[in-house]
Nanobody
Framework: QVQLVESGGGLVQPGGSLRLSCAAS????????WTWYRQAPGKQREAVAS???????SYGDSVKDRFTISSDNAKNAVNLQMNNLKPEDTAVYYCNADLYITSPAGRSDYWGQGTQVTVSS
């Protein structure tokens, strides 16, 4: 069984910073890609940032130059450093892992439980 556990959300003022983390545990052979998503009330879930096993990254237009995604392949973990936060960044943030498990063998994706990020003065 695979579990993804997130941490690091909270309340921050506009212009502030937060760091989200997500760690995967279980019978994991490899994590091919991590993606952070977010969902604001009344809106669709959107991809924020992603990173591959080879550490190729991509970002949504609204977070470029403000957010940085990084991963630790040895620890099966990913981080999202969020700087210069804006009220429109308020959402529940979810980590997603595209991974291969060893028993039963196969590739699938898994989700974290979500963590609330609120940007408000």
């Amino acid at each position: 069984q695979v579990q993804l556990v997130e941490s690091g959300g909270g309340l921050v003022q506009p212009g502030g910073s937060l760091r989200l983390s997500c760690a995967a545990s279980g019978n994991i052979f490899r994590i091919y890609a991590w993606t952070w998503y977010r969902q604001a009330p009344g809106k669709q879930r959107e991809a924020v940032a992603s990173i591959t096993w080879l550490r190729s990254t991509s970002y949504g237009d609204s977070v470029k130059d403000r957010f940085t995604i990084s991963s630790d392949n040895a620890k099966n973990a990913v981080n999202l450093q969020m700087n210069n936060l804006k009220p429109e960044d308020t959402a529940v943030y979810y980590c997603n892992a595209d991974l291969y498990i060893t028993s039963p063998a196969g590739r699938s994706d898994y989700w974290g439980q979500g963590t609330q990020v609120t940007v408000s003065s």
